[in-house]
């Protein structure tokens, strides 16, 4: 029995002594600690105070003053004061990932600096991070506050959270969802800010809500290894499709509406084609291939006459003219006047030649007209 629990023991150290290193590297992994960049770098940082303010720009005006006594050189001071914040910072992150990936993690750790009688309430403090929606900012220290970079804490912010060594850790996954989009082009940056108040849950209450307290929280700069970032990505699937990228022409077809010379002005003349709406490999001498929307306010145009020698187009009003030459038209009033010129001249002679048998309007016209001969007669004389 001794021997026994002797052998469940040194197994027992044997598997803590295996297991220990990946328990520690597993701790290690899941929290980014200050310090520690993977995956992403710090471009810049800079930070802004409101009791920097001085007159409206002019010749007189007196030099910025020095860096505020309470915030170290290279440190990043986020502060408030009767809740109106006092001091704020940002911070612009670079992604080390190629665009179009997708972020599926993103986490900032930034630790409060050691200098004593610089952060006060810090445990009662509030901090977010807001996206810096300001393409291009400068950074430094202790900056009037009228040149501070544009954020906005409704569209997206990422809550603080600080453990009992002074750590802040920030997840800023949804913040910087799109900063590796193809089509991104806004800043990768963050403001760290005081947190506005949370509402109260029953507005009704007659309770009214505690202000927020006053506080100070200074963090070490990335100078001073006060930074830590840890990014993980995913690479996109690309923007080019499984396919060539060229579109199929097969199935899609455009209906062929031109019509030939002689050989279409023929086939309108067929009533018979009239009905037909096959449009599948219809030549351009079927009159169903071009009877189509696309076709019919061609057909609805004022018809014309055909040239001599054509049929005229199914539609066309039928002249008593057509069919006949051009020329002709324009000779034939002539001829009919000189004709009628000289029948007149010619008197009976030249009148045409009585029909046998008349009756009716055509013998009474005869009996009118040797009337009038034998009276023309008779004045001549």
Request: one cysteine or more.
């Amino acid at each position: 029995m001794f021997t026994l629990s002797r052998a469940v023991s040194a197994l027992a150290g044997l598997a803590g002594l295996v297991l220990a290193p990946v328990l520690l590297a597993t701790s290690a992994h899941a929290a980014v600690d200050p310090g520690a960049v993977r995956g992403a770098s710090v471009v810049q940082t800079g930070w802004w105070n409101a009791l920097n303010e001085p007159p409206p720009d002019n010749p007189l005006t007196p030099p910025p003053p020095p860096p505020a006594p309470d915030v170290p050189a290279g440190t990043l001071p986020v502060s408030t004061v009767g809740g109106d914040p006092k001091r704020i910072s940002a911070i612009e992150i670079a992604l080390e990932a190629d665009p179009g990936s997708v972020v599926d993690k993103l986490e900032l750790a930034i630790a409060e600096s050691a200098t004593k009688n610089v952060t006060a309430n810090a445990e009662k403090a509030a901090i977010e991070a807001c996206p810096v929606t300001e393409l291009s900012w400068v950074g430094g220290e202790n900056i009037p506050w009228k040149n501070r970079p544009e954020f906005d804490c409704e569209a997206g912010s990422a809550k603080g959270v600080r453990d009992d060594k002074g750590v802040w850790r920030f997840d800023l996954t949804s913040i910087a969802s799109t900063w590796l989009a193809e089509d991104f082009s806004g800043s990768r940056s963050v403001m760290l800010v005081p947190a506005a108040p949370a509402a109260p849950a029953a507005p009704e209450a007659p309770e009214a809500p505690d202000a927020p307290p006053n506080f100070q929280v200074i963090f070490d700069g990335p100078k001073a290894g006060g930074i830590g970032l840890l990014v993980k990505t995913t690479a996109g699937s690309g923007s080019e499709d499984d396919s060539d990228g060229e579109a199929g022409t097969g199935g899609t077809t455009t209906p062929n509406t031109s019509v030939g010379s002689g050989e279409a002005v023929g086939t309108l003349a067929d009533t018979g084609d009239l009905g037909s709406t096959d449009l599948g490999g219809a030549g351009t001498g079927d009159l169903g291939a071009i009877a189509t929307p696309a076709a019919m306010p061609e057909a609805a145009a004022p018809a014309t006459a055909a040239p001599a020698g054509q049929i005229a187009p199914v539609g066309a009003v039928p002249h008593w003219h057509d069919g006949m030459i051009k020329p002709a038209l324009i000779v034939l009033p002539p001829l009919l006047i000189l004709a009628y010129l000289a029948m007149l001249s010619l008197g009976p002679v030249g009148q045409p030649a009585g029909i046998v048998n008349r009756r009716g309007v055509s013998q009474a016209l005869d009996k009118l007209r040797v009337a009038g001969s034998g009276l023309a007669s008779k004045i001549g004389r």
